[in-house]
Nanobody, 113 residues
Framework: QVRLVESGGGLVQAGGSLRLSCAAS????????MGWYRQAPGKQRELVAA???????NYADSVKGRFTISRDNAKNTVYLQMNSLKPEDTAIYYC???????WGQGTQVTVSS
């Protein structure tokens, strides 16, 4: 049974930082590309960052230079370090196994101005 459990969201002031974690189980984590998506109220879900099994990364233009995705295969966990947060980063953030349609329940990130 695939499980993705996100944590680390919360309320932060603009300019602050948060680190999201996604603990994965039920599949071979190390061979899967992973991604973080987000969905703001009234907007479509968008891919924020992705990391391949080999550690190559890709980012949405809106977060380049501010967010960093990483993974720890020994812990079956993918992370999203978010720095210099802006109010427009406010959204529910979801962990995803790319190309598999497996999603976590999401964690709320709220950035106040």
């Amino acid at each position: 049974q695939v499980r993705l459990v996100e944590s680390g969201g919360g309320l932060v002031q603009a300019g602050g930082s948060l680190r999201l974690s996604c603990a994965a189980s039920g599949f071979i984590f190390s061979i899967r590309a992973m991604g973080w998506y987000r969905q703001a109220p009234g907007k479509q879900r968008e891919l924020v960052a992705a990391i391949t099994s080999g550690g190559n990364t890709n980012y949405a233009d809106s977060v380049k230079g501010r967010f960093t995705i990483s993974r720890d295969n020994a812990k079956n966990t993918v992370y999203l370090q978010m720095n210099s947060l802006k109010p427009e980063d406010t959204a529910i953030y979801y962990c995803n196994v790319l190309d598999q349609g497996w999603w976590g329940q999401g964690t709320q990130v709220t950035v106040s101005s």
